[in-house]
């Protein structure tokens, strides 16, 4: 029987890459209806709201969304979509496995997990302009929160055999705020006997991804500094073309590469597909479909490794649709010789 997702297209470079993404589900013999769902910058302009009702109700019925980047109109009043999203869903988890692919960042070789706390810190949204000269962001922790994304950090530790979790904060100086995260963090581990909790300030996490980002294993970490470190992680694995992501909740998941628009690339068909079409790999397990999954990885390896058809972003000569329809041979071929 055919899946039921949404896909939601998104701004800038998100149509190219989310049709790579397609025709690779399509290669690797998943069936989908797809309800394609606009959203973002294109949804703006022609005078409604970015993220409409609609969208929201299409996630929350088939409870799996695949999503391109999605701008937000700068000024009219409009939070981020990508935000809101995360919010109204209530997807908690955002998780960013940061791997390296063989022959792109060869000065690194990476394997580790980002979860971030998708709901609340200083994306909470509670901004304000106190006198004139004098603006505040609150940063929001709670309780609540704090204890379901260290849970969610842990359930993922021993699901996919990762030995640590490393609870990164601030709390030497965010006392209150991040002093609470890291307490519950602490509560939470006796719970989860077999993985070790390590801690780390975020700013020693950040030389410590750099020098040896394996030692962190899965990083769970508030929003802003889970934010940042994913920018950080998907340098040392050869940049925003590479880092996938899922944004996961207990009734919905939506399943999105880590970069943005990128509108310095959109409409010239160059984009690197690559993080978007991961996200969907990370997708098809959580729809169970395991041996489209794990093909779909095995030629991505075998792409890189070749390096025959690759994008401009690691100095190949491929366009977005060229990197694609190899991707679909490989997977095709891959399927026929292990069916
Ligand atoms: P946004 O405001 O939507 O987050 P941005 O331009 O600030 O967008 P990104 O879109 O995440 O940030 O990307 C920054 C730069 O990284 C892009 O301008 C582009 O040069 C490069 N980049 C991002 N994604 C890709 C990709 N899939 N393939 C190749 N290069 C990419």
């Given amino acids: 029987?055919?899946?039921?997702?949404?896909?939601?297209?998104?701004?800038?470079?998100?149509?190219?890459?989310?049709?790579?993404?397609?025709?690779?589900?399509?290669?690797?013999?998943?069936?989908?209806?797809?309800?394609?769902?606009?959203?973002?910058?294109?949804?703006?302009?022609?005078?409604?709201?970015?993220?409409?009702?609609?969208?929201?109700?299409?996630?929350?019925?088939?409870?799996?969304?695949?999503?391109?980047?999605?701008?937000?109109?700068?000024?009219?009043?409009?939070?981020?979509?990508?935000?809101?999203?995360?919010?109204?869903l209530d997807l908690y988890a955002n998780v960013r496995p940061i791997k390296s692919l063989p022959r792109v960042e060869e000065r690194f070789d990476v394997d580790m997990v980002i979860v971030r706390e998708n709901t609340?810190?200083?994306?909470?949204?509670?901004?304000?302009?106190?006198?004139?000269?004098?603006?505040?962001?609150?940063?929001?922790?709670?309780?609540?929160?704090?204890?379901?994304?260290?849970?969610?950090?842990?359930?993922?530790?021993?699901?996919?055999?990762?030995?640590?979790?490393?609870m990164v904060h601030k709390a030497n100086i965010m006392k209150i705020s991040d002093g609470l995260a890291l307490e519950t963090t602490r509560k939470v581990a006796p719970l989860h006997p077999t993985i070790e909790l390590r801690e780390m300030i975020v700013d020693?996490?950040?030389?410590?991804?750099?020098?040896?980002?394996?030692?962190?294993?899965?990083?769970?970490?508030?929003?802003?500094?889970?934010?940042?470190?994913?920018?950080?992680?998907?340098?040392?694995?050869?940049?925003?073309?590479?880092?996938?992501?899922?944004?996961?909740?207990?009734?919905?998941?939506?399943?999105?590469?880590?970069?943005?628009?990128?509108?310095?690339?959109?409409?010239k068909g160059i984009a690197n597909p690559t993080a978007m079409i991961q996200s969907a790999v990370m997708m098809l397990h959580h729809l169970g479909e395991k041996t489209a999954a794990d093909a779909i990885q095995k030629a991505i390896l075998r792409q890189y490794d070749e390096r025959k058809v690759i994008t401009g972003d690691i100095g190949g000569n491929a366009g977005t649709t060229a990197f694609t329809a190899e991707l679909c041979r490989l997977v095709r071929e891959i399927r026929e010789t292990s069916g």
Avoid at 39 to 46: F, M, Q, Y
Wanted: proline share 6%; with cysteine; aromatic share 6%.
């Fill in 120 to 166: 609340e810190g200083l994306y909470a949204g509670l901004e304000l302009m106190i006198m004139p000269g004098v603006a505040q962001s609150i940063k929001l922790t709670t309780e609540r929160s704090s204890r379901r994304i260290a849970e969610f950090a842990f359930r993922y530790a021993e699901r996919h055999g990762r030995p640590w979790v490393t």
């Fill in 204 to 267: 020693a996490a950040a030389m410590v991804m750099v020098r040896n980002p394996n030692s962190l294993g899965v990083l769970v970490a508030e929003n802003l500094y889970g934010d940042i470190l994913s920018d950080l992680g998907a340098g040392l694995v050869g940049g925003l073309g590479f880092v996938p992501g899922a944004n996961i909740g207990d009734d919905a998941a939506v399943f999105e590469a880590v970069h943005g628009t990128a509108p310095d690339l959109a409409g």
């Fill in 1 to 88: 029987m055919a899946h039921s997702i949404t896909l939601i297209p998104g701004d800038g470079i998100g149509p190219e890459v989310s049709a790579a993404a397609r025709s690779v589900i399509e290669a690797a013999g998943v069936a989908v209806d797809w309800d394609v769902q606009t959203a973002g910058l294109e949804v703006a302009r022609a005078g409604g709201n970015p993220l409409p009702d609609r969208v929201i109700d299409s996630i929350r019925a088939n409870r799996f969304g695949l999503k391109g980047p999605c701008g937000t109109p700068i000024g009219g009043g409009f939070r981020s979509v990508n935000v809101t999203l995360r919010q109204t």
